[in-house]
Nanobody
């Protein structure tokens, strides 16, 4: 069964950090570019970070560059991570992972709220 399960969100103060995880199963994880997406209230879902199949190359939206780091574990856990630091209120939203191309059905996402 193909599945994407996100976790690690929460409420954090501005300037704080969070690490999101996405456990993938049911497909050959190491074959695909993976991405983290977010959907802010009232806005469309946007891609914030992506990582190539072997983890050798990453890309970030300008809004998160220098603050977020995407990584992946192909060997053991088939998981993609998003380390978020220096969080801002505008980072608030529901965060999802998915294949960048040939997208799967979206998981439930994980809520990130940045507020004092």
């Amino acid at each position: 069964q193909v599945q994407l399960v996100e976790s690690g969100g929460g409420l954090v103060q501005p300037g704080g950090s969070l690490r999101l995880s996405c456990a993938a199963s049911g497909f050959t994880f190491s074959n695909y570019v993976m991405g983290w997406y977010r959907q802010a209230p009232g806005k469309e879902r946007e891609l914030v970070a992506s990582i190539t199949p072997n983890g050798g190359s990453t890309n970030y939206a300008d809004s998160v560059k220098g603050r977020f780091t995407i990584s992946r574990d192909n060997a053991k856990n088939t998981t993609v991570y998003l380390q978020m630091s220096s969080l801002k209120p505008e980072d608030t939203g529901v965060y999802y992972c998915n294949r960048k191309n040939y997208q799967l059905n979206w998981g439930q996402g994980t809520q990130v709220t940045v507020s004092s």
